[in-house]
């Protein structure tokens, strides 16, 4: 018997399937117009003289047009320098190429002082000491039209000096700086005086030189004996310092920090309770004047010095860069660690000192839709590579973690691995860990380190996570280096873009951007604009034929 009830029950189910496969149909449309939106990119040919010349310049004017000039090669016997300017309009929609010529640059020689604060040297005999040495390089240097800098025409004079204090010790070398202005010849250098005195600590001070090798003492006053953990120069030019109590000198948590102006001026000192007794700092930020520390520690209740090495990244000129401190340090980071710490500092003040436990970042661990190849992260070596705060004052790391790589080239080379992005609260308490997978993992891509930025969308309720996908090629970076036959192996950046949900510490679809056929030079990574929350790419393929350009809005 025909049952009409069965029919209409299953025409009525239809009908309802029909509606959630409309709607699901029109979510996908809607998505993907928003997806487009906000991503886009375009491609425009090079003309002929654009492919013999170089990427020169990247501009953005007023009304968020893109302005990208090609020089072409400079020949000798013309006094005029060529160029063509190719424009975009803020939809990154193909305006026009120019043409413009300029005058060569004429400038005079100039004399220029450098001063090298260094330790070891080239034989035998010194190439372990840790003592101080200084060289003064006078050098008279011309304009290169071609290389547009200038480039040393003549060694003027050559002096180095082993500097002694007053008493007759000598000094044992830390780590040196100098200011960001190249007009500013003098050199502060950390550095550690022995003591006569058995009953006394040896002592860190700061070594003001100026230009004729004189040198001027700023003790540290550090009131027993002390290890240094960890010093580096700020954007601001100020040193910030960690240092830790030896073994029977004090409770092994009492850390100093001491951040000095270039002049060596103490500008903040403050005596803290380490959250390890062996803290091993590895990066320091500032953000609007506060400075973030971050490390990790192992259970041991031992002092600094008993489980890990002094912090010393001074140079030496005959162990290739590292000193025997050095080298020792960064076995330490091969350590499998138990702990994360975020320290911040504000003014004279510890913030906040906070603790991870390693096993933490496997229950918070979140990966993107699709995405595979993402690890968790387990204690291993870490480079950090960026560190954003937002408006409520969460904190995010990013880096990578890290190895080493025998490229064929004799000593092995730093390898940048797996991503790691940590997500924590005003308080430094774990929020999330993200992962991506990485897309190139041949030596020739991870030998360099991925560049990653954080931007903040309009609303201010998520955040873009930009990470600058590396592909190693083999051969000439640029056309300056093809007319000089400088081959070298060179990192090709290519954008891939994830949108994190700062409320919920969840990570959107990732995109990428160029299709993997249109890279980004090293000099020219992004060009952000403010005042449209937007971010505009520059490329070109690897035969340098076409000129590709890509914008995410970030909404």
Known sequence: ?????????????????????????LLILVSNAAYSQE???????????????????ITKNDAGNSNITFKMKVNKKSDDVSFEEYSFDKNIKFLATTEAKEKKEQKADVERTSL?????????FDVLSMKLKLNKVVRLKTWNH?????????????????????????????????SLDDTKSDVLALAKVESKDKNKADQFLVLMINDKLELKEKPLDLNVSYSLVYCQQMPNENIVTIFAPNK?????????????????????????????????????????????????????????????????????????????????????LDEDMDNFHLLKFKGNQLAFASTTAVPEFKSKFKTAPGDK???????????????????????????????????????????????????????GSLKAQYGIGKMNN???????????????????????????EIKGAKGYESFLDAYYGSATVFPLYFPRIVKIDLANSTLGTIKALGDRKYFLKRDFPSIFDKSENSITYIGLDEDWEKLWVGKVLLQ
């Not at 029919?7 to 959630?20: G, H």
């Not at 192992?298 to 090495?309: G, H, I, L, M, P």
């Not at 041949?442 to 380190?449: A, L």
């Not at 930025?453 to 609303?459: A, E, G, T, V």
């Open 39 to 57: 991503f886009k990119e375009t491609v425009q040919e090079l003309t002929a003289k654009s492919q013999k010349g170089y990427m020169y310049d």
């Open 373 to 427: 190849g993402a690890t968790v992260y387990k204690g291993k070596k870490f480079y950090i590579e960026n560190f954003f705060v937002t408006n409520t004052e969460d904190y995010l790391i990013a880096g990578q973690l890290t190895s080493s790589v025998n490229m064929g080239m004799g000593n092995p080379v730093d390898s940048y691995e797996d991503i790691i992005c940590f997500h924590f609260d005003k308080t």
């Open 1 to 25: 018997m025909f049952d009409i009830s069965s029919t209409l029950n299953l025409t009525s189910k239809t009908k309802k399937m029909k509606r959630i496969y409309t709607t699901i149909v």
């Open 248 to 332: 029977g000198k004090s409770d092994p948590s009492n850390y100093v920090f001491c951040e000095f102006d270039i002049e060596g001026n103490i500008k903040n000192k403050v005596e803290f309770k380490s959250p390890a007794s062996a803290l091993l700092i590895t990066a320091a930020y500032e953000k609007d004047g506060n400075i973030y520390f971050f490390g990790t520690s192992t259970k041991s209740k031992d002092a600094f010095a008993e489980v890990f090495n002094e912090y010393a990244p001074i140079y030496n000129p005959g162990g290739g860069g590292s000193n025997k401190l050095d080298l020792k340090w960064r076995k330490s």
């Open 442 to 468: 041949d030596k020739k891509s991870e030998i360099f380190d991925m560049k990653q930025n954080f931007y903040l969308s309009s609303d201010g309720k998520s955040l873009y996570w930009e990470l600058m």
């Open 116 to 124: 090298n604060v260094y330790v070891g040297g080239s034989n035998s």
């Open 146 to 178: 071609e290389k547009q800098v200038y480039v040393t025409k003549k060694v003027l004079s050559d002096e180095s000096i082993k500097p002694k204090n007053d008493n007759g010790k000598v000094y044992y070398g830390y780590a040196s700086y100098s």
